[in-house]
Structure formats: C-alpha cells, structure tokens
C-alpha cells in the first residue's frame, strides 16, 4: 500500500437516494468492483481518499429486457452479464466481452458500469457499447440524464460525468444482423487487451475499436466506406486514418495499426 | 519448499513456528532497546499493548470462516493485508499484490475474489471463507486431499488460491474438458508450472478422471 494518505473516509450507503446525497455533498470517488481502483491506490497513481462504496445499492443491479433495449444495471457484474440468457440472446457479443475481462475472481467483482466510468480505452466491453450505440442513465441528487455511450467520453480518461453523478444502468438498443468480437491481448486470460473490436454486420456495418485512441473509437468512415460498396483494403485505408494507436508498454503504434487492419478483414470475411 | 508461514510438524503444544519466532524475537527487540534507554522508565517499555488504538483505524467486524472478528484496520487496508497482518490467517499468499496471480483468491459469500483488491471495509457482514475454513491437516477437503495426490504444486506460494479457485470452480458453470478448467483457473498463476497436475487435481475431485492433452 503506497498511497501516502492516511485520512481515508469511506461511506457504505444503503440506497440510490442516499448515495447521491453523499455525492451532492461533498466529492466522493464512487467504488464497485474496485478491481481497477485497487491498483491505482496500490500504484499510488490514485490521489483520492474520500471513497463510496455503491456495491449495496441493489438498484444498480440487474439485468432487463424493456420495450427494445437491454438494460443493465451499472453495478452488474461481468459473471452475472455473461451468464444472462437476456445478453446472451440479444447482445451476445457483450456476453463474450465480459468472459474475457480478467479471471473469474474478477469477474465476479467488476462490473459494467466500473468498465464505463473507469474510461480506460482499453476497457474490453467498451468497443460493444460503442457499437450498440448504447445510452447511459446519470442521476444526481436533482436530475436524471440520458447520454449516448458515443458522446460519453471527452479525452483520455475524461467523461462528460459530473461529480455528484453516478451511471446507473446502461442500455442497448436491440440490433440485427451477425455480431463479432475479438480480444487480442498477449494470451487469452488474465491481460489488458493491445487491441478489441467489436462489429455489427447489417446493411450499415458498426465498427468500434478499442486501445487505438484515447478513448474507445466508433469508426465512422471505415463504416460509411463498407457501406458505400468500398472494397475491403480501401476501407482498411480509410480505418488508418481514423485511429491513432501509440507505442506503449503493451503493444507499438505499428503492430496495432495492422492488427487493427487484419481484424477488419476478418470481420468482413466471417 | 518448505512453506515459511506453515507450523512446525511438531505436536508439542509450544511449538516453535517461524513466524511466532520473528514476533517474539522482534519484542524481544523492542523491549532491549526500551531498556538500554535510561530516560524510559521499565514499567512504561515492558506491557506491549495487545491492540493500541492506532490513529485513524477504524473498527470493523469481518465474518471469517464462521468466526467474528472485531479489530481495528487502517480504512485503506486490503482485505489480504486484514487477513493475513490483523487476523494472522497467513494461508492467504501476497504474489503481485494488483490481481493478476491469483495467490490471494478467498471467498465472499461463496464466490472467488481477489483479496488484494478488495478494501477490508467494503466486507462487513459477508461471510469470508480462507484456506484455512475449507479442510484441516487431520480432515482435508477433497480439494486439498486431491492436490496432495497429484503433486498440485512444487513450491507451495499459489498452492492456497489454486484450490480456493478449484473448490470455487465446483459450483459454476464449467464444461467437462481440460480446458474448460483451464479456462476456469486462468486468474491463478503458478510459476513452478505445475498446471497438468492442478488440472489433474480438479478433474478427479469432478469425477472427470480423464487426462487429456496435458
């Protein structure tokens, strides 16, 4: 433990109204899973100190079919998504998503909304929710807000959330057409992806891409190109003007502009 | 290797283990220091207060192995640095301490977690099961027994949340195959590589005794 603060308050409210009290009241970083939270403050990268623990709020659970979305409680988590016949049935890519986060001893903390607001543009669910052009409930004390997952982030690790707000479930609208994803990471279980992409094939082909931009990347224009009768290497040209992959400790600009390439092909030929 | 947190085979009921070793040894410590300083008085140095009343500790009561604990605990401590520092329950292993091993995998309420990235705090009133809740040396679990057999580990260090994985595992859903369990075991980490004996462990206490490409 390297965090050098030793004055850590920590509130355990029981329900959605006082959690978002609390919030109004004075900034608190909210906690779930805490599965990424814990290597910050370990890392000492994470200055907060001041924590709400939202893991009782039972109104952040749960996992609905209503009208034509899917909705998911934000505190849901990926062992509950990925064992949901609803998911699985309507939005089985996330399904595979969520199987491929972690281990199971962090599957079963996590959760989707922790992916969401931790903002990483690594997150492995994220490519999904950009794809089904997802919308986010934000509620504080006074107000409730509907924001599309697409207009979410502002920056690298930067979101449009306010801090008396908290994301309380997330919904995908139902979609047709053959679903894909692929992870790619340096072995199957247990890393930080160098790449994901998720993909709808329909007659307006959706895209996304993660860990090739600051933030999780809808490609619009690879789409529009698909759309448009482009041959594939075309499009592969146009994806490579859309992202904006950095060499790093996990991958080099060089091996993600490739793959990134590579994975659209496979999409285009499944 | 010899596990250093594990007692002392010998049965004499003051058995010498490492670890009472150190803690003594450090009082010891303390104490000599304390009394090679003329201006502290003996009556002051010698009583080491059981649990001082550290400031900014917190009181919680965790629920561990079906025993309640009432301790104090820095608000930031880990569930694995409760467990193992505060409780002296050492059979819960620190490995890479940011949830990537494995070696600190407990229970909550019957599911598998990552101690080392659980806040001891976010833990009152679960039902938190260690190693050493599932099986004793004179009554092991079948998951334990079954490690023993097939040799499930060379040094011993990710040995405890292997087999919190492995009993965990009997309860979720996973396929008959190898590598189904292997897939299920992915967030344990054993670096002397005894993996085709683990998976072998798992596979009889399954009934599923068939050994595969290994």
Redesign the interface.
């Known amino acids: 433990?390297k965090?050098a603060?030793?004055?850590?308050?920590?509130a355990?409210p029981r329900t959605l109204e006082e959690a978002l009290t609390l919030l109004r009241d004075e900034p608190l970083v909210p906690?779930a899973?805490?599965?990424d939270l814990?290597?910050g403050?370990?890392?000492g990268t994470l200055k907060a100190q001041r924590?709400l623990?939202i893991?009782r709020l039972e109104e952040l659970r749960g996992i609905s079919v209503t009208g034509d979305r899917l909705v998911i409680g934000a505190g849901t988590t990926y062992?509950t998504i990925m064992?949901s016949a609803s998911v699985r049935a309507h939005w089985p890519i996330l399904a595979d998503a969520a199987s491929q986060v972690?281990?199971?001893?962090?599957q079963?903390?996590g959760t989707l909304g922790g992916n969401v607001a931790n903002a990483s543009p690594a997150g492995d669910t994220l490519p999904v929710l950009a794809v089904a052009d997802a919308i986010l409930q934000l509620r504080s004390a006074q107000s409730q807000r509907a924001v599309p997952f697409n207009s979410f982030y502002t920056g690298y690790r930067q979101t449009v959330l306010r801090p008396d707000e908290l994301i309380v479930s997330i919904e995908l609208p139902m979609v047709e057409g053959k679903q894909w994803f692929r992870k790619v990471g340096t072995r199957?279980?247990?890393a930080i992806s160098k790449l994901v992409m998720a993909a709808v094939r329909t007659e307006a082909p959706r895209i996304a891409l993660g860990s090739v931009a600051p933030t999780p990347l809808r490609l619009r224009r690879t789409e529009a190109a698909l759309a448009g009768g482009s041959s594939i290497e075309d499009a592969i040209g146009v994806l490579q003007t859309e992202i904006t992959p950095i060499d790093d400790l996990r991958s080099s600009e060089a091996y993600r502009r490739a793959v990134a390439g590579n994975l659209l092909r496979r999409f285009w030929a499944s | 290797m010899h596990d250093p947190d594990a007692p002392d085979s010998d049965e004499s009921p003051h058995r010498l283990t490492r670890r009472g070793f150190l803690t003594q040894a450090g009082m010891a410590g303390v104490a000599s220091v304390a009394a090679a300083m003329p201006l502290v008085g003996a009556a002051e140095a010698a009583p080491v207060p059981e649990a001082p009343d550290i400031p900014g500790t917190v009181p919680v009561a965790l629920r561990i192995n079906g025993t309640t604990h009432r301790i104090r605990i820095d608000p930031r401590a880990t569930l694995l640095d409760t467990l193992r520092e505060t409780v002296h329950l050492t059979g819960t292993k620190k490995g890479c301490d940011h949830g990537q091993c494995g070696a600190c995998t407990v229970h909550v309420n019957g599911q598998r977690v990552n101690s080392c990235l659980r806040l001891a705090l976010m833990h009152e009133g679960d039902d938190i099961t260690t190693i050493e809740g599932i099986g004793v040396p004179e009554a092991l679990h079948p998951m334990q027994a079954a490690f023993v057999a097939h040799d499930g580990y060379q040094c011993g260090y990710c040995t405890s949340g292997q087999i919190m994985s492995a009993v965990a595992l009997l309860k979720e859903p996973c396929g008959p195959s190898d590598a189904d369990v292997k897939e299920l075991m992915s967030g344990n980490i054993c670096r002397c590589g005894a993996y085709p004996n683990i998976v072998a462990a798992i596979q009889q206490v399954r009934g599923n005794t068939r050994v595969s490409e290994g």
């Open positions: 433990m965090s603060l030793s004055q850590l308050s920590f355990r906690i899973g805490a599965t814990y290597v403050l370990n890392f924590f623990d893991t062992t064992h972690g281990g199971v001893q962090i079963n903390r199957a279980a247990q």
